[in-house]
């Protein structure tokens, strides 16, 4: 029913607050979907966290165990046996390798990312004909596969007398990369370009737009492809298999290889040696990504709001 009040106008009734326990009636059914949600949710990750941890586990775990129990899927040995890493350093050069695998992905990484960063800026900035068909033909070298090109590099690099040196490792990238072009020139294109503009009117010229302005801006982008990169060579065996033959230039892959090749040679292979030394050689790789991880993470954040 409807009151009058003092002016003549009616006033509709306010309904009665609902009662407590019909809300919680009504939250329980959601509730419960948010709970079995978010637990199926953590059961996924989990499943996924174990299997992503597994092989690692059983490398350390491989690593650790005598000749005979290598292979029998234990996660942890009955019997440790740390003289595997000191025989690893008997088997080889292993810091050397090392040392040499940590020269050549460094300069790598960094002659990519800069290589990389200045083609991208020039998509991203100038404005010129026949700008998009380039681009289009910088994506289409992703689609030439390595072993097209492997032999007329190589050519190359014999003429230039640089095969069984390190260079051939590395110095390709000083021609940047078309992956990594895409994925910044798309970082670039996010960056107002009032920046610019405020910048050329203050006398800035086009390499300080570049390394003034540019660079500084886009630091996620050039850590996403600086770890790439470095990890990408760290891996690479290829490459080594290719142009190396002196034991003193070899990477760490390259001396994985010639260890397990001697074991075919002497007719024993000793595979918990093998085990040891891979593990060595992926050290390195989990120490740079743990120290890195928070600014990896913000990279590829940052680079998917952009693009």
Known sequence: MSIETRTGLPSIETPPPPDASDLEVRRRPQRRRLTVG????WVLLLAASIAFAYPLVWLVSASLKPKSQVFDNRLVPETVQWSN???????????RWLMNSGLVSLMAA?????SSAFVAFGFAYFRFRLRGVL???VLATMMLPGAVTMIPV???WHQL??????VPLWANNLFGSAFYIFLMRQFFLGIPRELFQAARIDGCSNVGLFWRIALPLCRPALIIVFIFELQASWSDLLKPL???QSEEYF????GLKQIVDGFALSGEYHWEIAMAATLVATLPMIIVFAVGQRYFMEGLATTAKQG
């Open 85 to 95: 890493f000191v025989e690893v350093w008997d088997a080889g050069p292993v810091l």
């Open 242 to 244: 290719i142009y190396l």
């Open 251 to 254: 990477t760490m892959p390259r």
């Open 161 to 166: 007398g640089l095969v069984n040196t390190q």
């Open 154 to 156: 190589y050519l190359i």
């Open 110 to 114: 960094l002659t990519v990312t800069l």
């Open 38 to 41: 978010l637990a199926g949710r």
């Open 135 to 137: 681009f289009g033909l």
